[in-house]
């Protein structure tokens, strides 16, 4: 006979105990342990692993249509970003800002190439891929960076990083026999397009240090690189420290002629403030000399006041009708005429006789008084 499972059992015969122990276990390691986005950017984002995500639970395929309404919530959409990045820029910085800010809840993965893998598909680098890869961990939209990353992405590289979506420009990049890297990536439906930014890019900044070398050039020397160090030929650097002279010289000469025209523009100014001053003084003086000696002026009211006070001065003042006689006694009437009035004028017959006349006519005169 069949023995019955007790209390203490399952129907399947493991004990209830060990049954839920085991359900336990499973619960556990379904449920989802993804890195979760970094919230403080006092440290530089990590390098992955060798696994990047240690999470064990499946990971179902999200459409962009589902991870753009913040599906699923248990964990972030993981999205995976590749490049070069040297000479990193902001042109670098704002794809990287895009891939971020695709959903709401987005943990970004970076893939740098290697120096070989750069060098055999793209060509040489300025950066060495030590330098690249901290550029990347320190631009503030990165979670993670994975170095070394592969030129073509492959379902096992997908699978190894849990990766969502991909984000890169939607022009197609031809390499590596290819006519676009990330054509199977679209097929799939897990790429994501970002916008690139007119106006720089790293073969932009190269051909700007091309076209400008000798400046470059010249100013490290100026800066204390050696010729060895620059790769510039013995000729070349006498030429370009004999340019770096010129130019001094050039920049002395500049600076004294700013400096005289700063001073010829000062002393304008004061010239025109001293015009202007001697102008208004000038004003003033006419001003003051036509109130003194204008036709109506007060030296001429001052000149007519004198010249009456003097006339008045020199005239005889006539003494009025109502006074009496001055000097006459009422007992004492007026002297006859003196004889000497009626003679009979005879001119005279000599020389002699003119000044004994004479004489004779003061003393009456004398007399008289």
Sequence with gaps: MPVLATNAESETGIPKSLSNELLSETMEEIEHTCPQPRLTLSAP????????????????????????????????????????????????????????????????????????LTHKFKGFTVMNETERYEALRH??????????????????????HKI??????????????????????????????????????TSDIITRIVRDYDVYARRNLQRGYTAKELNVSFINEKKYRFQNQVDKMK??????????????????????????????????????????FGPDGAWKQMFQERSGRMLQALSPRQSPTSSPTRGRSPSRSPSPPSPWLFRKMSPPSSPKAASASISSMSEGDEYEK
């Excluded at 503030?140 to 997908?158: G, H, K, N």
């Excluded at 420009?169 to 897990?190: F, L, N, R, T």
């Excluded at 304008?268 to 001053?277: A, F, G, P, R």
């Design 45 to 116: 984002a990590p390098f992955a692993g060798e696994t990047s995500c240690q999470c064990k639970a499946p990971h179902e395929k999200l459409t962009i249509a589902q991870a753009r309404l913040g599906t699923p919530v248990d964990r972030p959409v993981r999205v995976y970003a590749d490049g070069i990045f040297d000479l990193f820029h902001a042109g670098h910085a704002r794809a990287l800002m895009q891939a971020k800010t695709l959903f709401p809840n987005s943990y970004l993965l970076v893939g740098v190439c290697s120096d070989d």
């Design 251 to 292: 920049e002395k000469v500049k600076n004294v002629e700013e400096k005289s025209k700063e001073f010829v523009n000062r002393v304008e100014e004061k010239s025109h403030d001293l015009i202007q001053k001697w102008e208004e003084k000038s004003r003033e003086f006419i001003g003051n000399f036509l109130e003194l």
């Design 164 to 201: 969502d979506f991909v984000a890169h420009d939607d022009i197609p990049y031809s390499s590596a026999g290819s006519d676009d890297v990330y054509k199977h990536i679209k097929e799939a439906g897990m790429f994501v397009p970002t916008q690139r930014t007119e106006g720089i890019s």
């Design 139 to 160: 631009c503030r939209y990165v979670d993670e960076v994975i170095r070394d990353a592969p030129w073509t992405l492959t379902p096992e590289f997908l699978e190894k």
